[in-house]
């Protein structure tokens, strides 16, 4: 293998650009708005890290350690643009952000759409969001699917958006971009919760049992000296640590945000803020 390959996959580059510009158009609207408490320089930061961890891991050399050499490798590009990248760009895309990126004439007709509105209004359901979550990454991780979509290029591609969209299916729930108020912090914590349970279950089989993915077994295509063993194990591993980082990120960052909210109405009181 070499670490300079790189897949300059057009349909990745060409999906990452037009999100590039859709965001830029936002953000520059918000911000001759004058509302740059809305559309800070952080925000921006924060979604080309997003698009990144997005992007890279499907045209880099890490593309091709995961389909052709290591488990583990291939495990990580996973969590990367099905976890950690929808996270953050909900994150950075908060409203009113979120309802700048896209056109006006676009967010009418959904709303005029019924059957669309609807079937968005069902899957982002919290019970509806995390169930297609666990049942797309469990089906997916199914030696026989995993194999199946490791040998057919166009499987392949819809494996990855699907982890795309039920990653933002998910994380919409804990990070409430467009501000619905409908989850209280206990029901966020209590989502985290069945999330970091999930991978730990998932995670936990990679760990614990004998490789299960026939691809995988030549033990002439080793990267690093792993066994087949040893690069399931670290699979695993990394389907846990990342959920843990990203759950505990996101706790933070609601502790955080509830903290200033109390400050706020303190300060409005003129009176100390409780510790």
Not at 119 to 135: D, E
Not at 189 to 194: D, L, R, Y
Request: with cysteine; glycine share 8%.
């Amino acid at each position: 293998m070499s670490w300079t390959t790189w897949n300059p996959a057009p349909l990745v580059l060409g999906g990452a650009g037009l999100t590039l510009v859709l965001f830029l158009r936002a953000f520059l609207r918000l911000r001759r708005r004058s509302r740059k408490d809305h559309a800070g320089w952080s925000r921006a930061a924060l979604f080309l890290v997003a698009l990144a961890l997005g992007t890279l891991p499907l045209v880099s050399p890490l593309d091709e350690a995961g389909d052709g050499y290591l488990l583990s490798a291939h495990m990580l590009q996973h969590v990367l643009i099905g976890d950690a990248a929808p996270a953050l760009a909900l994150v950075a895309l908060r409203a009113p952000l979120l309802f700048f990126l896209l056109p006006s004439t676009v967010l009418r007709r959904v709303a005029q759409f019924d059957p669309l509105r609807r079937a968005l209004g069902f899957l982002l359901r919290a019970r509806v969001s995390l169930t297609a979550w666990m049942l797309v990454i469990a089906a997916w991780h199914v030696p026989a699917a995993y194999d199946y979509a490791l040998a057919h290029e166009t499987v392949h591609d819809l494996e990855h958006l699907s982890f795309i969209a039920v990653g933002l299916l998910a994380w919409t729930q804990l990070v409430d971009p467009a501000r619905r108020n409908g989850f209280a912090p206990t029901r966020r914590f209590g989502c985290m919760a069945a999330m970091v349970g999930f991978a730990l279950v998932l995670g936990g089989i990679l760990v614990a049992t004998q490789p299960l993915y026939p691809a995988y077994a030549d033990q002439s295509t080793r990267l690093f000296a792993l066994s087949p063993s040893r690069d399931q194990q670290l699979a695993g591993l990394v389907m846990i640590g990342e959920q843990l980082a990203a759950v505990g990120a996101c706790a933070w960052f609601l502790v955080a945000a509830q903290r200033g909210e109390k400050r706020r109405r303190w300060d409005g009181l003129d009176m100390p803020a409780p510790v």
